[in-house]
């Protein structure tokens, strides 16, 4: 079974300021990694992605993360934070199976707020 | 992009009553959706597997008879919660797969019983 671990519930930055959220997961078989990001009382928003391609992925409004198989991590950075990113952000897992069943069956990390100050 | 609606987005209800919350994938078939339940304060947890024309498979803890999923064609999914009581609030969220690598979520549902 697959499990992520979120590093920290809560995270405060200053507007301008480097963005780091960890991300630490546990797979028998190569992953698929994701970063949502949820504004309050809304749903999912994909940030990005993780398929077993280029290690580094570049996702939407300015985010990034870094696959590093040996160390089990998939950290979501921004280099300056935006007052507009102040949300709540969750790392996920899916493995999937050869039949395409569990397409969409994702195993979601804690959470972490983000706030961003001015 | 693949897109799924779910309805309502919004609902309060008495307790003892049963409340109808449906998924729909916009532009693309879906043989199987998932259905999430987020307590406040707290990560998205699965709930169960629905599964077009079959019945759904539910995680452990989670009541079947009373959370009851529909999955009568390719893009369409319901869960109903019956004889909801007010630890049944919280945010219900429905998601179907495009491919293994993408999966849409539906925008949420906010479910508060009085």
Redesign the interface.
């Known amino acids: 079974a697959q499990s992520v671990t979120q590093l920290g519930s809560h995270v405060s930055v200053s507007e301008g300021a480097l963005v780091l959220l960890r991300c630490n997961y546990s797979s028998s078989v190569p992953p698929y990694l994701f970063w949502y990001v949820q504004y309050p009382n809304q749903g999912l928003q994909l940030l990005l992605k993780y398929t077993s391609a280029a290690t580094l992925v570049k996702g939407i409004n300015g985010f990034e993360a870094e696959f590093k198989k040996s160390e089990t991590s998939f950290h979501l950075t921004k280099p300056s934070a935006h007052m507009s990113d102040a949300a709540e952000y969750f790392c996920a897992v899916s493995v999937g199976d050869a039949g395409g069943t569990s397409y969409g069956k994702l195993t979601f990390g804690q959470g972490t707020i983000l706030t961003v100050h001015p | 992009g693949a897109v799924v609606s ?1 309805h309502p987005s919004r609902v309060i209800c008495k307790s003892g009553t049963s409340v109808k919350i449906e998924c729909r994938s916009l532009d693309f078939q ?5 259905w ?1 339940r987020q307590f406040p304060k ?5 709930m169960a ?1 629905s ?1 077009e024309g079959s019945k759904a498979t539910y995680e452990q803890g989670v009541e079947k008879d009373k959370f009851l999923i529909n999955h009568a064609s390719l893009t369409l999914s319901t869960l109903t919660v019956t004889s909801a009581h007010p630890e049944d609030s919280s ?1 219900y ?1 429905c ?14 549902t ?1 479910l508060t019983v009085v």
């Open positions: 779910q879906a043989t199987t959706m998932f999430y707290q990560s998205l947890m699965l597997t599964n945010f969220i998601s179907a797969g495009l491919t293994l690598k993408r999966a849409f979520f539906g925008q949420g906010r």
